[in-house]
């Protein structure tokens, strides 16, 4: 079975950085797409950024320049760097695992495992 645990979330000034973690145990069958996700009070979910087996990023317009996804296959870490923060970044962001051969269009449905989120806002 495979568990995700966030980690690093945090209230922050606008422009501040943090820097989340995701730890994934259990079976390594489907740790090939790996993305983040948020979701905001009264919003639905949406995809942050993901990235595949080999390293290739891929990141919505509206974090592309300042977050950077990246993960540590010998530590089965997924990490979200995030800089130049704003409130409207301010939500629960979340870690997913298992994505489908369609996952580069980052919608919660291409996704089989999640974390139990941690929690990034930022003031203004």
């Known amino acids: 079975q495979v568990r995700l645990m966030e980690s690093g979330g945090g209230s922050v000034q606008a422009g501040a950085s943090l820097r989340l973690s995701c730890a994934v145990s259990?079976?390594?069958?489907?740790?090939?797409?790996m993305a983040w996700f948020r979701q905001a009070p009264g919003k639905e979910r949406e995809g942050v950024a993901g990235?595949?087996?080999?390293?290739?990023?891929l990141y919505a317009d509206s974090v592309k320049g300042r977050f950077t996804i990246s993960k540590d296959s010998a530590k089965n870490t997924l990490y979200l760097q995030m800089n130049s923060l704003k409130p409207e970044d301010t939500a629960m962001y979340y870690c997913?695992?298992?994505?489908?051969?369609?996952?580069?269009?980052?919608?919660?449905?291409?996704?089989?495992?999640w974390g139990q989120g941690t929690q990034v806002t930022v003031s203004s």
């Open positions: 990235i595949d087996s080999e390293g290739s990023p």
């Open positions: 997913a695992d298992g994505g489908g051969e369609t996952w580069w269009r980052l919608r919660p449905e291409e996704f089989a495992y």
């Open positions: 259990g079976s390594t069958y489907n740790h090939y797409n």
